[in-house]
């Protein structure tokens, strides 16, 4: 294993890691997409993968029959599959039908108490479980609630409570709603955590607040800091939300900022806790390896995520325009995506959505949805990853081989195979795999039941051959000891 490791570190292709930090991209005619397509490995080198997701296609307001989407800043799929789009320069939410071939209705005004009411940049939009639309009425600090033909339901209006800090603005961007139809909500400005609003429109608290880190210096700074300068210890928490959705069991994903790239989303569960699996290299925050400096260096910055089903969800990324998809347990799965010109990459990326396995991107610069459709790689990767979702790792083991005939030297795939067989109780074979998926810890455990059953299956074995070296041991001393006394009477000792 130690060779394999070595094998692996001297042929990483390292040059790669500035490669794909810079963009605008160029294409690369073998996967006809106009961006790099990779992974991580062991050594959190970048590796080249073949390409997940190709571009299909672009969707404007003129395609649907209205006028130009102008900055538009967010869209949702509800049940039924309608797209809405939160139209923000246009002040409207546009309704198109499941294939993006027409608009299905344009809600731009609602009455209410008698009178006409109308949005005002209305910056974030979902539509809940129980059909109800919401939109993030960002410049009349409201959220409003309709009806998906736009009827008028509530508002619900800037909270108030005393855990607010005095100066506060209720500034709404984004929206998602529960099963129990609680209401989160991300607002400009509230580093302290989501907005939480019960099912009436009540102002509950914050929720999945991001615990701060305070240095000593810190600490001591404010023993001794005026009353004025403590208030602006807001500027020492790390970020604010960007982006937020729900599953099906009423776990939130939250997106944020994170300064320093390890982690930019979180599965909060009913509590507010954060319970999201890191994976092997502890990295949910996008691209490990970039360049310090410059447009494009730094972390990603995550604006959006999209819960996909199945235990997956995708992060995009506006600086470098790239999407990660991620597996339950934060395995990432493949990355793609790109800033630049070509057909298929962006130029200011801010929402993301999925219709099963499509992928949708909302481009503010472009003021178009960007659709990408799955490769054969990509349709191997997703149908894996969602036969070990729903406990079936004996089929995922064929959708691995076939995509290790596509990427040999895919960790993932490894990985995923040897956990099917580890599940099926083949230790060895489990452990063959996992070395070669640079996993030591599935490699310990396969290796700790591979001894155990080596010493179940042969315990019979043992123990018999343990007893028949104490008989003989015994025997032999009688018979050391008899021998001892015959030469002590014939006075030889």
């Given amino acids: ?82 797209v809405y789009v939160a139209d923000t320069g246009n002040n409207r939410i546009v309704v198109m039908d499941n294939k993006m071939t027409k608009v299905n209705r344009i809600i731009d005004s609602f009455m ?24 993030a009425d960002s410049n ?73 880190k305070i240095s000593v210096w810190d600490k001591f700074w404010r023993r001794f800091a005026s009353k004025e300068e403590r208030s602006n210890t807001q500027l020492y928490i790390p970020t604010e939300f960007t982006g937020i959705d729900v599953d099906s069991g009423g776990f939130i994903y939250a997106s944020n900022i994170d300064s320093e790239g390890k982690q930019a989303v979180r599965r909060l569960n009913p509590q507010g806790k954060d319970v999201i699996q890191k994976g092997e290299n502890g990295n949910v925050g996008g691209d490990i390896r970039t360049a310090k400096y410059g447009e494009y260096g730094g972390p990603s910055e995550i604006v959006d995520v999209v819960y996909r089903g199945q235990g997956k969800y995708s992060l995009l990324d506006r600086k470098r325009g790239r999407i990660f998809t991620y ?32 992928i949708l991107v909302l481009d503010a610069g472009r003021n178009s949805i960007l659709k990408f459709r799955e490769t054969n790689y990509g349709v191997l990767i997703n149908d894996a990853v969602g036969l070990r979702y729903e406990g079936d790792e004996t089929q995922a083991i064929d959708k691995w081989q076939k995509v290790l005939e596509l990427d040999q030297n895919n960790e ?58 104490i008989v003989a041991l015994v025997i032999w001393t009688k018979w050391r000891n008899k021998k001892k006394g015959k030469k002590r009477e014939e006075g030889l000792l």
């Fill in 140 to 212: 009349n600090a409201r959220i409003v609630e309709l009806t998906p033909e736009g009827e008028f339901i509530k508002l619900v209006n800037e909270p108030k409570s005393e855990i607010l800090e005095e100066n506060f603005v209720f500034i709404p961007l984004k929206v998602t709603v529960d099963y129990a139809d609680r209401i989160y909500v991300i607002s400009k400005g509230a580093f302290e955590g989501i907005l939480l609003f019960e099912s009436d429109g009540e102002f509950s608290g914050y929720f999945g607040t991001i615990p701060v």
């Fill in 1 to 82: 294993m130690k060779k394999l490791k070595s094998i692996k570190r001297i042929f990483g292709v390292l040059a790669l890691a500035a490669a794909v930090a810079f963009t605008p991209m160029t294409a690369r005619a073998e996967d006809d997409v106009p961006y790099d397509t990779y992974n991580y490995n062991y050594w959190k080198d970048i590796v080249k993968t073949p390409a997940a997701y190709t571009p299909d296609g672009n969707v404007t307001g003129q395609d649907v029959g209205t006028d130009a989407f102008k900055e538009p800043q967010d869209m949702c799929i509800s049940d039924a599959g309608e």
């Fill in 412 to 469: 993932l795939a490894n990985n995923g195979i040897g956990k099917a067989y580890l599940t099926s109780g083949d230790n060895k074979t489990a452990m063959h795999y996992f070395e070669l998926g640079m996993n030591k810890k599935y490699y310990s455990i396969a290796y700790k039941r591979y001894r155990n059953q080596i010493l179940a299956d042969n315990l019979t074995w043992i123990l018999s051959g343990i007893i028949v070296l």
């Fill in 327 to 358: 597996d339950k347990e934060g395995n990432l799965l493949y990355i793609f995506g790109g800033i630049g010109l070509q057909k298929g990459t962006f130029q200011t990326p801010v929402a993301i959505e999925a219709i099963d396995d499509e």
């Fill in 112 to 135: 209410r108490d008698g009178q006409e009411d109308h949005f005002s940049a209305p910056y974030g939009v979902c539509v809940s479980e129980n059909n109800h639309l919401y939109v």
